[in-house]
C-alpha cells in the first residue's frame, strides 16, 4: 500500500496554475491453464510517480518510475518547467482551468493479495469439474486473474485521494466443432470488484457458468448461419453494452468531438429512439454499486454520473476539465490514467442504457421471424457512430419462440441511425466488467445495458 509522502510538497506547488502530483501502484495477477496444462503464472508491479501542471492551456508532464520524496520533487520540477516552455512557445493562453470545491477521498478496501498457489489450486478443481462434465471438447481454457490501480493524488484544489479499486475475474473458453469438423467456441466470466480471494469463496458460480458455456456450445455446434440482410432483432444486454460504449460512448468523450465525431454537430438534437437513455455512471446505477465505480478522477475532479443520451435526444459530452470549460459543460470525473507514466486522458467509467419496462419474454414473441444475439466476441467502431461487432452467441426467432443457435456472424450499421429503429427495451440490465477500453492506454471499464429491439444489418455465411 502507498504511503503518503506526496502531501507535504502541496506548499511548493507553483502559484497560478493547476497541478497534479500522483503516485501509483498497478498490479496483476494471472494464471492459465489450457486442457489441464498450466501455461502461464505471472505476477506484475509497476509503481512510480507523475507530476502535470496545467498553466494557461500549457501542459507539463513528467514521470519517474520510483516512488520516493526525491522522486516526487523531481518530477514536480521537471513538469513545472515543461509547463512553463510550452507556455512561452504554444502561445495557448488560454484561461486558467476554474477551482473545484476540495475534499478527500479515501477508497482502498480490499486489498488483500493471495498466493498464487490460491490461484493454481482453484484452477485445478475447476479443471477437474469441466474435464468430468463437460464432455466432447476440442479444448479447454480457464483464466484466473486480478488486477488493480492503487493511486494516491494530491492537488491544490479539487479532491485529494487514495483509492485501491481491485477487479478479479474467472474466465473460461470452450472450444468443440461442428458435424463439418469447423471450430467452434464459448467465452465467458464470472467476478467482478474485489480481490480473488473475497470474489471466489466457492466454485458455485464458477460450476455455473462453465455448465451454461458448455450448453450453449453444445447447441452452437449444431448452429446454423444467419440469412443476412436487414433483420429485426433483440440484442441482448452484453451487446448493448458494447454498442454504448464502443458506437456512442466514444463518440461523445469530449477530445474526440473536437476532432471532429458525429456527435460534434449533435449536440441536443434527437440521435435514438425516445425510449433510449444513456449514462456514463460513476459509482452507483439504477440502485446499486457499479461494477467497477470511479470516486474521483486524476485531476482531482470528484466523480458525477454524466447522463449523455436523454429520451433519445444527445444532451452532454464526458470531459476533463479543460473540455468541460471549452464546452461550458460541468467536469465529472472522466480523467483516467492507466499507469503512472501516463497522463489522464477523458475515459468511460460504467456507460449503460437505461432499462425499460418491456419482459425479455414478450419481446421475443412480438417478433415472427428475426434474431436475438447474446453476445459479443469482438468489435470496432469509429468516430462517425458506424461499428461492426462480432456475434458469438445467439438464436433464431420464428413465429415468436426461440430456434436454432447461431454461429457466429456480425452486426453492422451506424450507431445514431440504429439507435432510432429501437422499438422496445428490457427491464433488467446486464453489466460486462472483465474487459479494457483500449483508447490510447488500456482502462478497466464496465459497460452493460437492457435488452433492445430494433432493425440491425446482420452478416451471413
Request: overall charge negative.
Amino acid at each position: 500500500m502507498l504511503s503518503d509522502i506526496l502531501s507535504d510538497l502541496k506548499p511548493s506547488f507553483a502559484a497560478g496554475a493547476h497541478t497534479e502530483l500522483r503516485g501509483q501502484l498497478n498490479r496483476s495477477r494471472s494464471v492459465v491453464m489450457v486442457s489441464g496444462n498450466l501455461v502461464q503464472n505471472a505476477r506484475t508491479d509497476i509503481s512510480g510517480v507523475s507530476a502535470r501542471v496545467y498553466r494557461k492551456g500549457a501542459c507539463g508532464f513528467s514521470s519517474m518510475a520510483e516512488y520516493s520524496p526525491e522522486a516526487a520533487r523531481m518530477v514536480l520540477s521537471a513538469a513545472d518547467e515543461n509547463a512553463a516552455f510550452m507556455e512561452t512557445h504554444a502561445g495557448a493562453d488560454k484561461p486558467a482551468l476554474p477551482a473545484l470545491a476540495g475534499g478527500r477521498c479515501f477508497v482502498t478496501e480490499g486489498i488483500n493479495d493471495p498466493a498464487q498457489k490460491i490461484y493454481v489450486d482453484f484452477l485445478k478443481e475447476l479443471d477437474a469439474y469441466v474435464e468430468k462434465n463437460c464432455p466432447g471438447l476440442l479444448s479447454r481454457q480457464l483464466i484466473a486473474m486480478e488486477d488493480s490501480m492503487e493511486k494516491l493524488l494530491v492537488t491544490p484544489d479539487g479532491t485529494d485521494a487514495h483509492t485501491i479499486l481491485p477487479r478479479s475475474y474467472c474466465m473460461m473458453n470452450f472450444i468443440a466443432a461442428t458435424p463439418a469438423g469447423v471450430p467452434v467456441e464459448r467465452f465467458g466470466s464470472v467476478g467482478g470488484e474485489g480481490t480473488f480471494d473475497l470474489n471466489f469463496t466457492s466454485f458455485d458460480a464458477c460450476r455455473k457458468k462453465a455448465d451454461e458455456l458448455y450448453e450453449q456450445l453444445m447447441l452452437k455446434k449444431d448452429g446454423v448461419y444467419a440469412e443476412a440482410g436487414l433483420k429485426t432483432v433483440i440484442l441482448g444486454g452484453i451487446m448493448t453494452g458494447m454498442l454504448s460504449h464502443e458506437a456512442v460512448g466514444h463518440t461523445v468523450e469530449a477530445d474526440l468531438v473536437l476532432g471532429g465525431s458525429v456527435a460534434a454537430h449533435n449536440l441536443n438534437k434527437r440521435v435514438a429512439s425516445d425510449l433510449v437513455t444513456l449514462t456514463d455512471f460513476a459509482n452507483t446505477a439504477f440502485g446499486k454499486r457499479c461494477p467497477l465505480p470511479v470516486f474521483v478522477d486524476d485531476e482531482g475532479t470528484k466523480a458525477k454520473d454524466v447522463t449523455l443520451i436523454k429520451d433519445g435526444m444527445l444532451i452532454g459530452y464526458m470531459n476533463n476539465r479543460e473540455s468541460a470549460l471549452h464546452f461550458g459543460m460541468e467536469p465529472a470525473g472522466n480523467a483516467r490514467a492507466w499507469l503512472f507514466s501516463d497522463e489522464p486522458l477523458i475515459r468511460m467509467r460504467n456507460t449503460s442504457i437505461h432499462p425499460g419496462k418491456d419482459k425479455l419474454e414478450e419481446m421475443i414473441s412480438s417478433i415472427d421471424d428475426g434474431y436475438y444475439l447474446i453476445d459479443s466476441g469482438n468489435g470496432q467502431a469509429d468516430t462517425t457512430g458506424e461499428f461492426m461487432f462480432g456475434v458469438t452467441m445467439g438464436y433464431e426467432i420464428k413465429n415468436g419462440k426461440l430456434g436454432r443457435a447461431l454461429l457466429d456472424t456480425t452486426i453492422s450499421g451506424v450507431a445514431f441511425d440504429m439507435l432510432k429503429t429501437v422499438d422496445m427495451v428490457g427491464d433488467e440490465v446486464i453489466w460486462s466488467s472483465s474487459g479494457f477500453c483500449g483508447k490510447k492506454q488500456p482502462m478497466p471499464v464496465g459497460m452493460g445495458g437492457p435488452a433492445l429491439r430494433c432493425k440491425v444489418m446482420i452478416g451471413g455465411r
